[in-house]
């Protein structure tokens, strides 16, 4: 069974920096681009960052940019989120997801994702 699993969430102060981390067993996802997305209480799950499966691009959703950084990993480990600057209004569950398409229109949109992991929390206190 395919797996993704999330980690490098927690609890941070306004201002700080996490990674997260994107593991995976059962298959590898070098053909697959990848991204995050979150959600956060009462709200739909949203866009954050994409990379595409070749590694020729990236996008970020506007509240992002300049602050998050996406990067493809290894095999076991194909996607990697750097947060840094971090405030109280990304507090959200972070997911990773695969996806067998590569232009970035589909990518902003979840409903292109086959693979999703379970999701892990970072909270960010003011």
């Known amino acids: 069974q395919v797996q993704l699993v999330e980690s490098g969430g927690g609890l941070v102060q306004a201002g700080g920096s996490l990674r997260l981390s994107c593991s995976t067993s059962?298959?590898?996802?070098?053909?697959?681009?990848m991204a995050w997305f979150r959600q956060a209480p009462g709200k739909e799950r949203s866009f954050v960052a994409a990379?595409?499966?070749?590694?020729?691009?990236?996008r970020y959703t506007d509240s992002v940019k300049g602050r998050f950084t996406i990067s493809r990993g290894n095999a076991k480990n194909p996607v990697y989120l750097q947060m840094s600057s971090l405030k109280p209004e990304d507090t959200a569950v972070y997911y990773c997801?695969?996806?067998?398409?590569?232009?970035?229109?589909?990518?902003?949109?979840?409903?292109?994702?086959?693979?999703w992991g379970q999701g892990t929390q970072v909270t960010v206190s003011s």
């Open positions: 997801a695969a996806s067998p398409y590569e232009d970035m229109t589909r990518l902003a949109n979840k409903n292109w994702y086959t693979y």
């Open positions: 990379i595409a499966r070749n590694n020729s691009s990236a």
């Open positions: 059962g298959r590898t996802f070098s053909m697959y681009s």
